[in-house]
């Protein structure tokens, strides 16, 4: 009881549970809350910029701690090495007259924006589930660290630009496995076209061919296109967008490269699709691109241009293409790790093939827990995440269970541990669980089993 508010602060920026311990100590509540409001109170920063928080925020101190890596700019990284070779792609090909390169590449905007960019701007509605607390990282009510590359497009259209490329590093939260991390890099691609454009080298005919319906029905689209959008602009952008995107895939994979398109859905194109290709035997989704909704292209100041888009997400392509195993290791302070890309350029032929340099055993470990109403997985990640960080391999739900007279939900999760450059004892493990154990009954009020 002797305890500061200064102090109970301290604590409670290191361990935000420490507020629950202090109240079962029986600190006196006045103290409890005073250190609670004044660490509540106290405002993120991200790039030197303060940000108030309120009941929306979300984003823990590990996720606030990889913003200033950057892995699109570190030499000799595999990310920079592939957003590189599609930049060089884009760059050689596609130049004016003179030789100068026809799309813009932008990557250096900070990956903090606001609701109205990230959701507004592209069309979704306010009800839609992307929305979500549960799948996005928010600094307060009104801004988040963007879920994509595509909270940039109105803005950049707004500049002037017609043709750029945009990379940035996204966050969302999301399920531990060694394909997903929180925090992952995309790159977005992007043509305006005018009718002159769209049409050029068609034969006589093209003076009767438009962008636009000179009458368009209210509110009506079919499967096929926009409201706005005539049939022929629709299906002449989408042979523009879809030999781009194919040219690049040949450029990154080989000549030999097998891809089709599948239908898709996104809020922000229509129609929408979807590339896979055949990779080492199976067919994988690479990106997903459509025709832009032309109330975006309107509201950047572009009302009489048809536009397409396509995003990919680079960690994918470098995990493929370098054959790394655990998306963890892009992550990685080994100097083991970026030693082994020094030779590695824009030209494809210059690949190598990732040498794990460590293999050290998994120590597996289980928490269950009767979950409450209101329980989001994705909060149980983050919870597991913020005490083990990287050396989480794996997070999975391996059995649930409902008790048949309260009817309240059990769930049983496995939590894999292997550190990727050093072996770790039971012991280490044991205390990272117990912490788990206490975070989760602290954070997300359940009753562990």
């Known amino acids: 009881a002797s305890l500061s508010v200064a102090s109970i602060m301290i604590q409670a920026k290191a361990q935000p549970g420490v507020l629950f311990a202090l109240a079962r100590d029986k600190l006196p509540l006045r103290r409890i809350l005073s250190a609670y409001c004044s660490v509540a109170s106290e405002p993120l920063q991200v790039f030197g910029n303060a940000y108030s928080k309120d009941s929306v925020t979300n984003v823990p101190a590990s996720i606030l701690e990889k913003v200033e890596r950057k892995l699109h700019h570190v030499p000799y990284h595999p990310v920079k090495i592939i957003k590189d070779r599609i930049v060089h ?41 992307a929305r979500s607390k549960a799948d996005n990282y928010y600094l307060n009510s009104t801004t988040l660290l963007r879920s994509h590359t595509s909270a940039h497009q109105r803005d950049l259209i707004r500049s002037g630009l017609d043709r750029f490329l945009v990379t940035g590093d996204v966050y969302r939260r999301d399920e531990i496995d060694s ?96 590339m896979e290709i055949k990779f080492q035997g199976e067919w994988m989704e690479i990106l997903g691109s459509g025709i832009m909704r032309h109330p975006i292209l309107a509201s950047g100041g572009a009302l009489n241009k048809i536009g397409w888009a396509f995003g990919l997400g680079l960690d994918r392509l470098a995990m493929l293409l370098f054959g790394i195993h655990d998306i963890r290791l892009l992550w990685s302070h080994d100097p083991r790790f970026l030693q082994q890309f020094q030779s590695v350029g824009v030209d494809p032929k210059t690949n190598v093939t990732f040498a794990p340099f460590s293999k050290y055993p998994a120590c597996y470990k289980d928490i269950s827990f009767w979950v409450p109403r209101e329980f989001s997985c994705n909060d149980f990640y983050d919870v597991v995440r913020s005490v083990g960080g990287d050396l989480v391999e794996k997070v999975q739900l391996v059995d649930k269970f409902t008790h048949p007279k309260t009817k309240q939900d059990s769930h049983c999760y496995r939590i894999t541990y292997r550190s990727m450059d050093s072996t770790v004892t039971n012991k280490d493990i044991n205390q990272l669980q117990n912490n788990v154990r206490e975070r989760v009954v602290e954070q997300l009020c359940v009753q562990l089993r």
């Not at 050689?92 to 990230?118: C, L, M, W």
């Not at 992952?184 to 962008?211: I, K, N, P, W």
């Not at 079919?222 to 995107?245: C, G, P, S, Y």
């Open 89 to 129: 792609h884009f760059q050689k090909k596609y130049v004016t007259r003179t030789g100068n390169a026809t799309f813009a590449h932008v990557d250096n905007i900070s990956p903090v924006v606001t609701t109205e960019q990230n959701f507004d701007s592209l069309l979704t509605p306010p009800d839609h589930p």
């Open 179 to 274: 394909t997903h991390y929180p925090v992952f890099h995309q790159m977005e691609g992007v043509r305006l076209l005018t009718r002159d454009e769209l049409y050029a080298g068609q034969d006589g005919g093209s003076a009767e061919l438009q962008l636009f319906e000179s009458d368009p029905p209210c509110d009506v689209e079919t499967a096929d296109k926009q409201r706005e959008h005539t049939i022929d602009a629709v299906k002449m952008a989408e042979f523009n967008l879809k030999t781009t995107v194919e040219d690049l895939v040949r450029d990154l994979f080989g000549p030999d490269i097998e891809s089709r398109w599948n239908p898709c859905y996104f809020p922000f194109t229509h129609p929408s699709y979807e």
